[in-house]
């Protein structure tokens, strides 16, 4: 069965400081791994994926994220806020053999100037 | 292409009423899936099908139906609608193989009163 935790249900920055939002996961199979962007009443946008390709991977908007099997992470950074980050993120897993998603609960980003 | 739509935006519904919600997709993707997504819960499976005339039941199923009979659509019924169904829904799609990457629509809101 996989599972995934998001260990912040929200997160505070300034705009220009560093962004972490952390994720943890749990899967019997070798994992892809995703990290979506949901801005306010918006749908769901594909920030970035990891499919066992390179362990560091880049995505849209200066995000990137670095699979970490031994910590059984999937931690999501970005060097330098901007008040367009501040939207809610989800972190999401699929081990099967078919695109069957499991999302975390949601890590909420505030910017303030 | 118009992606993941979804119809209505907005549906008001009293207790015990019946309906549909659309969804359809061009991208000729085998897999549609609707989710539910309620605060503090992420997004919950409700109803998923990998092809034409085969669905199957994700982690909330109750008080919803599907069918699938073309590719490219895949309503979601509430029978008898519930104030405990009233959230936000979407539908989303993607090929069975790869990177199991799912495109999402906008989102219907449904109150339930």
């Known amino acids: 069965a996989q599972s995934v935790t998001q260990l912040d249900s929200h997160v505070s920055v300034s705009e220009g400081t560093p962004v972490l939002l952390r994720c943890n996961y749990s899967?019997?199979?070798?994992?892809?791994l995703f990290w979506y962007v949901q801005h306010p009443n918006k749908g769901l946008q594909l920030l970035l994926k990891?499919?066992?390709?390179?362990?560091l991977v880049k995505g849209i908007n200066g995000f990137e994220a670095e699979f970490k099997k031994s910590e059984t992470s999937f931690h999501l950074t970005k060097p330098s806020a901007h008040m367009s980050d501040a939207a809610e993120y989800f972190c999401?897993?699929?081990?099967?053999?078919?695109?069957?998603?499991?999302f975390g609960k949601g890590t909420m980003l505030l910017v303030s100037p | 292409n118009a992606g993941v739509t979804q119809t209505p935006k907005f549906q008001v519904l009293k207790t015990g009423q019946s309906m549909t919600l659309q969804c359809a997709q061009d991208?000729?993707?085998?897999?549609m899936s609707w989710y539910r997504q309620d605060p503090g819960m992420g997004l919950r499976l409700i109803h998923y099908?990998?092809?034409?005339?085969?669905?199957d039941q994700g982690e909330v199923p109750n008080g919803y139906n599907v069918s699938r009979s073309t590719t490219e659509d895949f309503p979601l019924r509430l029978l008898s609608a519930a104030p405990s169904q009233t959230s936000v829904y979407f539908c989303?799609?993607?090929?069975?193989?790869?990177?199991?990457?799912?495109?999402f629509g906008p989102g219907t809101r449904l109150t339930v009163t």
């Open positions: 989303a799609s993607s090929y069975l193989s790869g990177t199991y990457e799912q495109y």
């Open positions: 899967s019997s199979y070798s994992p892809s």
């Open positions: 990891y499919t066992s390709a390179a362990t």
């Open positions: 999401v897993v699929s081990d099967q053999g078919y695109s069957t998603l499991t």
């Open positions: 991208m000729n993707h085998e897999y």
């Open positions: 099908s990998v092809g034409a005339g085969i669905t």
